[in-house]
């Protein structure tokens, strides 16, 4: 059983760099769900999904945009990079009402 | 925004010793759910709560979800090494469907 799974584990960007965080999920779960990680901050959420073709912006979404063309797979890109999106990012999914399973992550870093 | 206020941010105890630790906010959640997350891994789902007044647990650990639905506690009785980690409360917002948010998590250490 695979879960959530989140390509790539590990990136390094140079500022002004584009790059797209895939999240795929095979439980068949409506939600999904961005979230990033910084030190003493716990985790924000960035943008999430109630379902295929449907986005919505959490609490730190700038700088940020999503797609869920699948049901599936939650898309996040970053247009252009920036030092301050430096984080580890987190996907998560879940059933309707109900628990949220995440992915293991990956660590993004921009110089 | 919506605040997951968690409380304490950080603990230190002695191996055998009960935990507690809590969340409050100023919303209303339908949903509460506690994770555990270890270095370098993704949270991971202890206890979830549904419903107003739920009691639950799972193995040494308890949750409960308040009677007002804006808080709930975690407890974890006899603590041991393994215990060591962040532990994340959650919520789902009732007026929200979908939106789940987090407390900024409690890191606990326990000395052997």
């Known amino acids: 059983n695979a879960g959530v799974t989140q390509t790539p584990k590990f990136r390094v960007l140079k500022t002004g760099q584009s790059m797209t965080l895939l999240c795929a999920q095979d439980?068949?779960?409506?939600?999904m769900y961005w979230y990033r990680q910084d030190p003493g901050m716990g985790l924000r959420l960035i943008h999430y999904?109630?379902?295929?073709?449907?986005?919505a912006k959490g609490e730190v979404p700038d700088g940020y945009n999503v797609s869920r063309l699948k049901k599936q797979n939650f898309l996040l890109g970053l247009e252009s990079a920036a030092p301050s999106q430096t984080s580890v990012y987190f996907c998560?999914?879940?059933?309707?009402?109900?628990?949220?399973?995440f992915g293991q992550g990956t660590r993004l870093t921009v110089v | 925004g919506q605040q997951l206020n968690q409380s304490p941010q950080s603990m230190f105890i002695q191996e055998g010793e009960d935990v507690s630790m809590n969340c409050t906010s100023s919303s209303i959640f339908n949903t509460w759910l506690w994770y555990k997350q270890d270095p370098g891994e993704g949270p991971v789902l202890l206890i979830a709560?549904?419903?107003?007044?739920e009691l639950t647990s799972n193995g040494r650990l308890t949750a409960q979800f308040g009677i007002t639905r804006k808080d709930s506690f975690l407890n974890i009785s006899a603590s041991i090494p393994s215990d060591v980690g962040i532990y994340f409360c959650a919520g789902q917002l009732t007026n929200q469907g979908g939106k789940l948010i987090f407390g900024q998590g409690t890191e606990l250490s326990v000395k052997p």
């Open positions: 999904s109630v379902g295929e073709g449907t986005t």
């Open positions: 998560a999914s879940s059933p309707r009402q109900g628990e949220a399973f």
């Open positions: 709560l549904y419903k107003a007044g």
């Open positions: 439980m068949n779960h409506e939600y």
